[in-house]
């Protein structure tokens, strides 16, 4: 029987679990196995993970991106400091406040930009600013950039070693957001430790759930002070799971033979797919390059209230200055097909 048309383009959390991530769950699920992370599983993936990396790593599993993100920051910034962002990125925007509560009150300084993308003259000019006012006010810590970033847009690697060089020159740790971070690679075409430890970031946080996991993300740690003492960290926050094997067989399955990149390049090549219909719709307008797995289009109302009837399902965003209609938000995934793309603009 042939599965119905998907129409839930409004992330990629929808998406099923992937079945090499349901079968690595099925073989952990038998017997007995050593609690809070002291299994075989959790240390297979850390041996995996040093393998993809081409580094020493400190691998955490947890079971959210929002745990991943604010835990890592809060082992690199005081309660009384800040961090450094893009006015777009999920830690501002999407945590709930998460980070600033695991962080004991550091501030976010978020950073306008027009694509998601921070240029170095603002990181320079926000650096230089906060060093002026001494104690009352709270320094800059940490650079938290995202890849890709919330509009679907990449950094180059020269983008990357060019803010994270000014960052180190001002003493700052350096976190990278990988929610999407697969998505970066295949658009990249480059190795993980390109855009990880060699673009000068410290710590990462890892997504898996986007990319076909149930339910699992991991911090990836460069720097040996900073994995220190992050186990108590995730302890003392109500993220240590005494059966973690299952988080780990989830993140291991996903590195295991490059299948997070492959998943992450087939959604990039439906996003493409997808964007170069939009592009042939006069009513269309596309105001971010279409580089991961996002694509933001500006359609009429009636268009977007017409695909809503029709059981479409996308987030509507605050519209871009200049263009008329409404922008929606549609997501691509390891588990979108070529039809459902064309049923989509078949739609419109």
């Not at 027009?114 to 926000?126: H, P, Q, S, T, V």
């Not at 509009?151 to 180190?168: D, I, K």
Request: charged content about 20%; overall charge negative.
């Amino acid at each position: 029987m042939t599965e119905a048309i998907r129409k839930n383009f409004a992330s990629d959390n929808i998406a099923p679990v992937c079945p090499e991530v349901m079968r690595a769950l099925d073989r952990v699920n038998h017997g007995s196995a050593a609690a809070y992370g002291e299994d075989r599983t959790t240390a297979a993936l850390s041996a995996l993970a040093r393998e993809v990396f081409e580094h020493d790593v400190w691998v955490f599993p947890v079971a959210t991106g929002t745990a991943a993100n604010s835990l890592a920051l809060s082992a690199a910034t005081d309660p009384f400091g800040a961090v450094v962002c893009d006015q777009s990125a999920h830690i501002a925007n999407d945590e709930g406040g998460a980070p600033e509560f695991f962080m004991h009150g550091a501030k976010l300084v978020p950073l306008p930009s027009a694509d998601g993308r921070m240029a170095l003259a603002d990181l320079d000019r926000a650096l230089t600013e906060n060093g002026g006012h001494g104690v009352h006010t709270s320094p800059i810590q940490t650079l938290s950039l995202t890849q890709s970033t919330e509009w679907g847009t990449v950094y180059t690697l020269e983008q990357l070693g060019a803010l994270t060089a000014r960052a180190r020159d001002a003493g700052l740790a350096t976190h990278l957001d990988g929610a999407r971070l697969g998505n970066a690679i295949a658009a990249l075409g480059c190795r993980p430790a390109d855009v990880s430890w060699r673009a000068g970031f410290d710590m990462i946080s890892f997504g898996g759930t986007k990319n076909g996991a149930m339910a699992a993300e991991a911090v990836v740690i460069f720097r040996e002070d900073l994995a220190k003492n992050f186990l108590r960290r995730i302890k003392r926050s109500g993220h240590l799971w005494s059966k973690q094997r299952y988080l780990s067989a989830q993140i291991h399955a996903l590195l295991e033979n490059d299948l997070w990149l492959r998943h992450a390049a087939h959604a990039n090549t439906m996003a493409q797919r997808l964007a170069h219909g939009l592009r042939r719709l006069p009513v269309a307008a596309l105001p971010f390059e279409v580089q991961g797995n996002e694509v933001f289009v500006v359609l009429p109302e009636r268009a977007v209230a017409e695909l809503e009837t029709q059981g479409y399902e996308f987030y509507r965003w605050t519209n871009p200055p200049g263009l008329d209609g409404v922008l929606i938000r549609l997501v691509t995934c390891w588990a979108t097909e070529s039809r459902d793309v064309d049923a989509l603009l078949a739609a419109l």
